[in-house]
């Protein structure tokens, strides 16, 4: 693996787990096995790892979707979310906690954070434009963010419920997910 994958990688996971503020660029190093001046040279500033960071795990996660098209896009998506709160941990949104933090310090890291949900929202318009259950969208939408609220409490399966709930919604609806 290269040192800026490394940092990116170490990055993000210290930052869900601690908190954006609260992980220090020495424990970023550290866990990337790299020294500061590596991680500057990569990221000249605190902003900018942030930023590429954030580009990064969104990237990841809408790469795993299907295209809108598909007939199973919907259910892919809680599928993912399944397998991604799994792997990563279902301790919060990742988006929401940057979002959190920057709101109020930094509009274009938290517009940035906020640009994930509105990237989510479209997507599952997309995938529900051209079927009878259109104008249920928002309804899976709140379904797909309502999941990760409750994963705090019950664990990734919370994907799982929210993904059965879709899937009954559209199909009242007339649509296949």
Known sequence: MNKKQDILQAAERLFYLNGFHATSTDRICSEAGVSTRTLYRYFPSREMLTEAVLAERQNRFFAALLPPEEPKAISRLFAVQGEWMQKNGSSGCFFLKAWGEYAEEDRRL???ALDYRYRQREYIAACLRNSPAAGLSDAVWMLFEGAITSALVIGPQAAIYAGE?????????????
Do not use: D, I, P
């Open 165 to 177: 709930a879709a899937e009954k919604l559209l199909a009242a609806s007339g649509k296949k997910s």
């Open 110 to 112: 938290s517009a940035l």
